[in-house]
């Protein structure tokens, strides 16, 4: 089967100095684009994400990770109620939390 491959025999002459270094510019630049662009972003919504968690209380007007609003009767520790209308009550952990709303909000719906 050899033969319908034909050797290829490297020019070892024509190989660029060794070592130069520019690969590590582009490894670098890499390495910094993707933490602007990626890393830092990320680590900021988390963030806001911890804090509008942790500022929950009773009363807050809020939708839900799957597009539910509703207002927030109860606050526990890993769960939260969130009354949808009058007589209808709905729990969910915290981190379904997507938003909070402007009060008065639900009454404009």
């Known amino acids: 089967m050899s033969f319908f491959?034909?050797?290829a025999y490297a020019d070892t002459a024509a190989a660029g100095p060794a070592g130069s270094g520019f690969e590590w510019v582009f490894l670098i630049g890499f390495l910094v684009i993707f933490y602007l662009m990626i890393w830092r972003p990320q680590a900021?919504?988390?963030k806001e994400h911890k804090n509008?968690?942790?500022s929950l209380q009773k009363g807050d007007e809020v939708v839900?990770?799957?597009g539910?609003?509703?207002k927030v009767s109860k606050v526990a520790d890993d769960?939260?109620?969130i009354e949808v209308s009058d007589?209808?009550?709905l729990?969910?952990?915290k981190q379904a939390i997507a938003a909070t709303l402007p009060k008065g909000t639900l009454k404009a719906i």
């Open 5 to 7: 491959i034909p050797a």
């Open 44 to 46: 900021k919504r988390a």
């Open 52 to 54: 509008l968690l942790a």
């Open 64 to 66: 839900t990770s799957g």
């Open 68 to 70: 539910i609003a509703g």
């Open 79 to 81: 769960f939260v109620v």
């Open 87 to 89: 007589s209808v009550e």
């Open 91 to 93: 729990k969910f952990q």
